[in-house]
């Protein structure tokens, strides 16, 4: 009996997968525990070994594709076995498809409907529109709809034929335009009411020929980790209203703290403490008392995480990686360092298993190694707030009525200010400079 | 010219209809001394005696089946039902009978009778006198079905159902017997199956009917003033459709709403909006049709909830709106 391959869920939040490569050809042997195929997830790039022996029957989908979770993208089984041509539906799917039908005829159709629209197929629009588009031959695919889901009416039917008819132009333009094989439509005019002339068409003309004499240009198709950085970013900034709240922080103390300990750590643990690590301990310290700050919110309600879980953006290859560091709050510097130098190593190595890039409950991006002061950082969501570390620099402060040269760095936190409001994460960014400025007080 | 009530109307067409033809005869409960439920027969007694006008007892399968018996043997009744409601009673006489006996003999017989009765929510009655229910006879072939919104159709409308060899169901409608209306005080017969444009509109078509013609005309005046251009049809007769009237005036406007109190589901809205879809008019359709009606409950007996059944002037109002994309 052949067994199925599923795209795996990874994580809680992975939909989709997307096959990077196959291990396997059809007709291979397959060993259990033997790498089968390479996908990307919303987080990370891994390798899924088979389950089963035998021989791999059938691969339904290619390298590219991207595949919603639990679907079968292939069998595996005894070589002589017969299987489906197409990928069969997952049974638990086409049961819920049912039930939800059951429940609502109506919304699935609707939600059937928009999507064909979507694949191009077929166009929302009422009778009307569609009888005004037959008589005046224009075709419903280039006329906007002005009603709700985009749904075309008779009226967007006709005004989208007068728009097309109404490009005003001299007669002189005209022929020029007929002359040189220029489109009106793509002439913009400089006469009164922008009424294209002669001169508009001739412009337009040599613009013409300048793009096509160009060399054609590089296209890059978003995917693997790109399409999903993207992906994220897109959702986050499309959804989270973001405030940024910057203060620019005297890092003395910090840079005394460090060099202090930096000899103790690496001789403990054979790696560096670094600035980052020192922010991440006053952070977890200060979070402590806000913790609307760590926090997510999710379906219209804030949960307050109980531990500190502190994402690290770390820049890897064509993308942005975030692995989490767990109950920050409870880790010395030590301990501290020696786990971000190796889930920092582990990411720039695509080596991150799922579980080390998720529960974050606040995340820190750092930019200090280049010459950033400060930044407007988005938000990992569901998290509530990041906090954008920038470059630590030789400045001239007030002390005492008198300049002093003291290393000031910029901290940018931005926040959700659907879950936050101002002040809390003011109070909490605040505190978090007074604690930076004065770091004896996380023996507190 | 004369204005009189909706109530008055009624028994006018009645009293003259009487006076003229001895085989006219009113029969129901307490519509004698008492004058019926809502008064409507008041003062008849007096002038067409205790033959004319009779008491019956409280057993409205009894006053149905006595109007089919004497219309079958060539009188005109007209009954009354206290309320619509109680129609269940007399459903058999009138479904089974009344409906069917001119074309199970072949026309040799035939049922020209009038059913009269009061319908409708709005007067605190509760569940069991406030329905609207005449989806259920439109169901019927062999039932034409009358519902006049205003005191001039009223009496043309009765005088066209007295003189029908069908039997009519004429509602009427409790609210309304009190409005006042211009009615001419000779006779006169508004055929059945003929449509009234209330108020003409390029924009958007209402159907409405009874008590929802009003309010219709209340949303069209508020929608006007927004630069809406309303358009209200009142069918007056369920059955026989004036659907000529309807189609020309929804391929005018291209958008339909559909009013009535009766509980939305199963209700004549959806009769006339599925007439609208397999029309000619389907092409001219520039917005999804709509229907508002009562909720889907038995009419509540507080009086918030009693007007919330039912659709009041701020929904047509929104539902107008709603096609038109302005909401």
């Given at each position: ?15 989709v997968?997307?096959l990077?490569?196959?291990?396997k ?11 089968l ?19 791999l ?17 292939g069998?595996?089984?005894e ?12 049974e ?10 059951e429940?609502d ?9 928009e999507?064909d ?7 929302r629009?009422?009778?009307a ?31 989208s ?17 007929d ?9 913009q ?8 002339t ?11 020929v300048?793009?096509?004499?160009q ?14 950085v ?19 922080v ?19 643990t ?31 309600e ?13 820049a890897?290859?064509n ?10 709050q ?6 501290l360092?020696?786990a971000?130098k ?34 407007t ?68 | ?13 009645m ?11 009113i ?10 439920a ?10 067409f ?9 409280i ?18 009744p ?8 109680f ?18 003999y072949g ?11 009061p319908?409708?929510s ?15 006879v ?18 043309g409308?009765?005088?066209a ?5 069908n ?13 006042k ?38 949303a ?19 059955v ?14 291209g ?23 397999e029309?000619?008019?389907?092409d ?17 007996y ?15 109002v929104?539902?107008v ?7």
């Open positions: 009996m052949a067994k199925e391959i599923f795209m795996p869920k990874l994580s809680s939040t992975m939909e997968g997307t990077l490569q196959w291990f050809e059809e007709g291979e042997e397959v060993e259990v525990g033997e790498p195929f390479e996908i990307m997830t919303d987080k990370i790039n891994i390798e899924v070994e088979s389950y089963e022996e035998g021989t029957l059938k691969k339904y989908n290619e390298v590219d594709d991207e595949v919603p979770v639990n679907t079968i993208i069998y595996i089984g070589a002589d076995e017969n299987v489906p041509n197409s990928a069969p539906v997952p638990s799917e086409e049961n819920e498809t049912d039930k939800q039908e429940k005829t109506s919304s699935v159709i609707g939600e059937k409907k999507a629209c979507e694949n191009g197929e077929k166009v629009a009422t009778p529109a569609r009888r005004v588009s037959r008589e005046q031959g224009i075709m419903l695919e280039e006329v906007e709809g002005s009603g709700p889901k985009g749904r075309i009416h008779a009226m967007d039917v006709i005004s034929k007068e728009l097309a008819q109404s490009i005003r132009h001299t007669p002189l333009a005209g022929k020029v335009a002359k040189e094989g220029v489109s009106l439509e793509n002439v005019g400089t006469g009164s009411n922008g009424k294209i002669k001169s508009d068409v001739l412009s337009a003309s040599s613009m013409q300048e793009t096509t004499t060399e054609p240009l590089e296209h890059v198709k978003l995917k693997g980790l790109r399409k999903a993207a992906d994220k970013m897109l959702e986050s900034a499309r959804s989270i209203p973001h405030v940024t709240l910057t203060a620019e005297d890092m003395s103390a910090v840079v005394e703290v460090r060099k202090s300990l930096l000899p103790i750590i690496e001789k403990q054979g790696y560096r403490l670094s600035y980052t690590e020192i922010i991440m301990t006053a952070t977890a310290h200060v979070l402590g008392n806000h913790r609307k700050l760590n926090a997510a919110l999710i379906d219209n804030i949960v307050y995480n109980k531990s500190v879980n502190l994402g690290l953006a770390v890897v290859d993308g942005l990686i975030v692995p989490s560091v767990p109950n920050v409870d880790k010395g510097l030590a301990e360092t020696v971000c190796e889930l920092g190593a582990k990411a720039r190595k695509n080596k991150l298993d799922p579980v080390e890039m998720s529960g974050s409950t606040f995340t820190i991006s750092n930019l200090g190694m280049y010459a950033i002061e400060g930044f950082p988005i938000i990992n969501p569901p998290e509530t707030a990041i906090l954008g570390v920038g470059q630590m620099t030789d400045k001239p402060v007030v002390r005492d009525k008198s300049i002093e040269i003291r290393p000031m760095m910029v901290l940018s936190l931005s926040f959700d200010h659907r879950a936050i409001d101002g002040a809390p994460a003011a109070a909490f960014l605040t505190e978090l400079k007074e604690r930076l400025e004065n770091p004896f007080g996380l023996l507190v | 010219m004369r204005e009189i009530t909706y109530l008055e109307a009624v028994r006018e067409a009293s003259q209809e009487m006076r003229k033809n001895e085989d006219v005869f029969l129901g409960e307490d519509i004698g001394i008492y004058g019926g809502f008064g409507v027969t008041r003062g008849m007694l007096e002038e005696g205790p033959e004319r006008i009779r008491n019956t007892p057993s409205e399968s009894a006053i149905a089946g006595t109007a089919v018996g004497s219309a079958l043997t060539g009188m005109r007209i009954m009354e039902l206290q309320f619509s409601d129609i269940t009673i007399a459903m058999d006489q009138i479904v089974n009978q009344a409906a069917k006996l001119r074309y199970m026309g040799k017989g035939k049922v020209p009778m009038v059913l009269r009765t319908s409708g709005g007067t605190g009655a509760a569940a069991q006198h406030s329905q609207s229910l005449e989806a259920w439109t169901h019927i072939p062999g039932l034409k079905v009358v519902q006049p919104s205003t005191a001039y159709d009223v009496k409308l009765l005088k159902s007295m003189d029908d060899d039997p009519v169901i004429f509602y009427e409608h409790k609210l309304l017997y009190k409005t209306g211009d009615v001419p005080e000779e006779e006169y017969h508004i055929p059945l199956g003929q449509a009234d444009v209330k108020r003409e509109g390029k924009d958007v078509t209402i159907v409405a009917t009874a008590i929802m013609v009003h309010r219709a005309q209340e069209a005046e508020e929608l006007e003033r927004e630069g809406i251009n309303v358009e209200v049809i009142d069918p007056r007769t369920l026989p459709l004036d659907t000529e009237t309807i189609i020309k005036s929804v391929t005018k406007t958008r339909l709403v559909v009013v009535h109190e009766a509980v939305k589901r199963g209700g004549y809205g959806g009769e006339i909006a599925s007439m609208i879809a029309s000619e008019a389907f001219y359709l520039d917005a999804p049709i709509k229907r508002l009606g009562g909720a889907p409950s038995p009419v509540p507080n009086p918030e909830l009693e007007r919330m059944h039912v659709p009041q002037k701020e929904d047509i929104q539902a709106k709603e096609t038109l994309n302005r909401a």
